[in-house]
């Protein structure tokens, strides 16, 4: 008796098309879950840079209620008198506004205090004074200025940048200041 083998070969062709359709979905898979990190990843260092931002803005208020005068707007670094037509504010947008010199320290603003091995810069420009009366919808309570009726406020423009931890992430805050030299209890030169 004869054995006729028939095989073509169909079944090892077939076997090496599903093979191949699977290899195809498991690398389409893990290029959408390293897609996917990336993006968490960029998401996580950008709010780490908005929460260094954040606490720079927080200190950058105190710096300006530590003021005894405004006479450092216009005379020191990362102080610009806005109320003066001579004076140029840098431009927050253009990265040479932030660049460091030789020693680390910025050329046009302020190096804050370090979180997570990130130094916030910031700047300030001076508005000029504004009267608020005890209508008036401001964030302060008027009693710890020593009286309830209107009040004169020096106002100021901060600009606050900060990188995230990986420094691939970058943030800008703008915030505007209402305050007196001299802190709580002083007044105006």
Request: hydrophobic share 40%; charged share 20%.
């Amino acid at each position: 008796m004869r054995i006729v083998n028939r095989q073509k070969g169909a079944a090892l062709l077939l076997s090496l098309v599903i093979l191949l359709v699977l290899t195809l979905l498991a690398v389409s898979g893990m290029q959408g879950s390293i897609m996917q990190e990336r993006m968490s990843t960029a998401q996580r260092d950008g709010m780490f840079a908005l929460e260094i931002a954040e606490t720079a803005m927080r200190e950058a208020e105190a710096t300006l209620d530590g003021l005894s005068d405004i006479t450092d707007f216009g005379s020191t670094t990362g102080f610009y008198d806005g109320t003066d037509p001579n004076s140029t504010v840098p431009s927050p947008f253009t990265a040479a506004t932030w660049d460091l010199d030789g020693s680390g320290d910025p050329d046009n603003a302020v190096k804050g205090s370090t979180v997570n091995g990130v130094d916030p810069l910031f700047m300030f420009e001076y508005k000029g004074k504004v009267t608020v009366d005890p209508e008036a919808q401001l964030p302060r309570d008027f009693s710890q200025y020593g009286g309830a009726g209107a009040a004169e406020f020096d106002y100021a423009r901060i600009l606050v940048r900060t990188a995230g931890p990986s420094g691939s992430s970058m943030r800008l805050l703008e915030g505007f200041y209402v305050f007196q030299p001299g802190g709580l209890g002083g007044g105006n030169p």
